[in-house]
C-alpha cells in the first residue's frame, strides 16, 4: 500500500457551522496525526449537504494524501458521508452483515426496536475496511484506491477517539515511515515575541528538529519537534536543542508539557516543605484559587485573605495606617506588608500579596489603571515587583496572578531550606 505524508481533516456537520457544537475532534485529530508523523496542513468544516460535502471531498483530495472525515454516519436521511464518499471512489454500498447483526443485538439488549433507517448504519461502501464502534451503533469504514485514502468515522468524540486509537492507529502506523515527538518548553515573565528574539539563530538555522513559539493564556511555549523512525532517536534531537534553551532562558522555564504555573508553584512548595498564605486585593481571591484548584495544594496552602479595604488590610495583616496614607493602597510599601502579614499572622513560610488598580475606574496620574504590585514574604525577608499590565480588568487580574506564581516560582528556586 502506498504511504501517506500528509492528511486532511473534513468535520461533517451543519451544526458546526453554527456554532451549536464544539469540533473538539479537528484538535484531537490534529494531535494524533502529528504523532503518526503524518502532516496535516488544511483543516475544513462542511455541512451535511451533498453538493457542499462532494466539492470538500474534492477539494481536500487535491491537497492531501489522505482524508478523515468524522460525522455523518448516522441513520438520518441528512446524514450522507458514506454515500459521499463511496460517490467519490466509485464505489457501491453493500449490507455489512455482521455489523447489522451486532446494531440487532444492541437494540435488542436495551429493549427497543431497531426502525429501518438504522439498517443505513450497516451500508458500506465494497471493498472497504470496517472500522468497529465499541461505542455506539455507527461503525466507521476506511476506502483506499488510485493513491488516496478516506478514512470515515462517527462524530460524536466518545465514540470517534476510542475508534482512531484502537483501529485507525494500528492501520495508519503500517503506511508511515516516521513519527513525529515533540517537547514543548513552558515560560512565564517573556512575551513571545522577545522570547522568539532570543531565538532567533536557532530558528533560523532549524531543520530536524524544528523550533516553534507559541502564546498562551499563562505565558508561551516552544515546542521542539523532530521527525524520526523512533522515540529514541527524536529525543536524541531533541535534547541538545531542549538543553540550549534552558542555558540561555532557563530563568523564565517554569515547566514542561501541559504543567501550569499553578502546580509548578505547588510541586516546588512541596519539595522545600514550605508552607504559603496569600493577601489579596485587586486579584480578590483569583491567586489563591488558582493554587487551591491543584490537586494536593492543601498540603502546603494555609489561608488566603482578600483585604479589599484599607480597614481589612490594617486590621487582618497589621499593615500600617502610616504606610497607607502616605504610600497609599496601591504601593510597593503596602504590598510588602501585606505580604509579611500574611505569613507572620498565619504561621506560613512564605506569604505573597496583591494591590493595584484594575481599573476601568481608580487611577490617578501617578497611579494608571494597570499598576501593580506583588509583595513576596520569604525567609524572613520582603521583595517586591512593580507591573504595568495592560487589558481590561479581568485580564489584568489575571495577567497578575500569573506574575505572582513567576515571582514565586523564582524565589522558591533560590530559597535555601535548613
Do not use: W
Not at 10 to 30: C, H, K, Y
Not at 363 to 379: E, Q, R, S
Not at 394 to 416: D, G, W
Amino acid at each position: 500500500m502506498d504511504k501517506i505524508n500528509s492528511a486532511e481533516i473534513l468535520s461533517v456537520g451543519t451544526e458546526l457551522l453554527l456554532g451549536d457544537i464544539v469540533n473538539t475532534n479537528a484538535r484531537f485529530l490534529s494531535v494524533e496525526l502529528a504523532k503518526l508523523g503524518i502532516n496535516v496542513y488544511f483543516e475544513t468544516v462542511a455541512g451535511d449537504n451533498a453538493g457542499r460535502l462532494k466539492s470538500a471531498f474534492e477539494a481536500a483530495f487535491s491537497r492531501a494524501d489522505m482524508v478523515v472525515a468524522t460525522g455523518g454516519l448516522g441513520p438520518t436521511a441528512d446524514d450522507l458521508t458514506k454515500e459521499t464518499g463511496a460517490a467519490f471512489f466509485g464505489r457501491k454500498l453493500v449490507l455489512h452483515e455482521e455489523t447489522l447483526g451486532k446494531m440487532k443485538s444492541f437494540f435488542k439488549s436495551i429493549n427497543r426496536k431497531m426502525t429501518d433507517n438504522n439498517v443505513k448504519q450497516a451500508m458500506f461502501p465494497e471493498n472497504s475496511v470496517i472500522l468497529p464502534n465499541n461505542n455506539g451503533t455507527a461503525p466507521g469504514c476506511v476506502i483506499a484506491g488510485n493513491g488516496k485514502t478516506l478514512i470515515m468515522l462517527p462524530g460524536p468524540p466518545h465514540e470517534m477517539e476510542p475508534m482512531f486509537r484502537e483501529s485507525v492507529t494500528p492501520y495508519l502506523k503500517q503506511r508511515t515511515d516516521s513519527i513525529l515527538v515533540s517537547r514543548t518548553l513552558l515560560f512565564n515573565g517573556i512575551g513571545e515575541s522577545a522570547l522568539e528574539n532570543e531565538l532567533r539563530d536557532m530558528i533560523d538555522a532549524q531543520t530536524n528538529p524544528t523550533i516553534a513559539t507559541y502564546a498562551k493564556p499563562n505565558g508561551v511555549s516552544v515546542r521542539i519537534t523532530a521527525k524520526t523512525k523512533n522515540e529514541e532517536e527524536a529525543n536524541s534531537l531533541i535534547s541538545p536543542v531542549a538543553d540550549e534553551i534552558y542555558a540561555c532562558l532557563g530563568a523564565f522555564i517554569y515547566g514542561e508539557g501541559e504543567t501550569t504555573p499553578e502546580q509548578a508553584a505547588v510541586a516546588a512548595l512541596k519539595s522545600k516543605n514550605l508552607k504559603i498564605s496569600c493577601a489579596e486585593s485587586c486579584t480578590g481571591g483569583l491567586l489563591a484559587a488558582s493554587l487551591i484548584s491543584v490537586a494536593g495544594a492543601s498540603d502546603v496552602f494555609l489561608e488566603g485573605i482578600i483585604s479589599y479595604s484599607n480597614e481589612s488590610k490594617i486590621k487582618r495583616l497589621n499593615v500600617s495606617e502610616k504606610t497607607l496614607d502616605n504610600y497609599g493602597a496601591v504601593s510597593a510599601r503596602t504590598a510588602a506588608e501585606m505580604a509579611k502579614g500574611a505569613a507572620e499572622t498565619l504561621g506560613a513560610d512564605i506569604g505573597v500579596s496583591t494591590t493595584g488598580i484594575a481599573g476601568p475606574s481608580g487611577a490617578t496620574d501617578d497611579k494608571p489603571v494597570g499598576l501593580v504590585y506583588i509583595g513576596l514574604y520569604i525567609n524572613g525577608s520582603v521583595k517586591t515587583r512593580e507591573l504595568h499590565l495592560s487589558g481590561n480588568r479581568q485580564r489584568i487580574r489575571e495577567r497578575s496572578v500569573s506574575e505572582a506564581l513567576r515571582f514565586l516560582l523564582e524565589e522558591i528556586k533560590n530559597t535555601v531550606v535548613s
